[in-house]
Nanobody, 126 residues
Framework: QVQLVESGGGLVQTGGSLRLSCVAS??????????MGWFRQAPGKVRDFVAA????????YYSDFVKGRATVYRDNAKNTVYLRLNNLQPEDTAVYYC?????????????????WGQGTQVIVSS
């Protein structure tokens, strides 16, 4: 069993930045060897892919709506994955979820992911 706990969300003004964290735990789990993804769900909308870092490689993937404004990276010693979001806009308001999978392809699809966190709320005020 794998547990994922997100933090770092909050209220931020337009143009601001946040760093979201996701701490992973499990008897043999390592962020080094698993793909770690971030998704988001705005009110009344489907859950969308945001970013992923593919384990054990350093390949990263970003959705078009955050490309150039987001950075996803891992601290494997802490079993933690981060999502840095810059130049936040009101349309970035959503609950952000961390998820993990052993898949290394198709990581933009939420169906690939086996474990999910509870989410952290991000609200961007205009």
């Amino acid at each position: 069993q794998v547990q994922l706990v997100e933090s770092g969300g909050g209220l931020v003004q337009t143009g601001g930045s946040l760093r979201l964290s996701c701490v992973a735990s499990g008897r043999t789990f390592s962020t080094l060897t698993n793909t770690m993804g971030w998704f988001r769900q705005a009110p009344g909308k489907v859950r969308d892919f945001v970013a992923a870092v593919v384990g054990p490689y350093v390949a990263t993937y970003y959705s078009d709506f955050v490309k150039g404004r987001a950075t996803v990276y891992r601290d494997n010693a802490k079993n933690t994955v981060y999502l840095r979001l810059n130049n936040l806009q009101p349309e970035d308001t959503a609950v952000y979820y961390c998820a993990t999978t052993r898949a290394q392809e198709g990581v933009e699809s939420e169906s690939q992911y086996n474990y999910w966190g509870q989410g952290t709320q991000v609200i961007v005020s205009s």
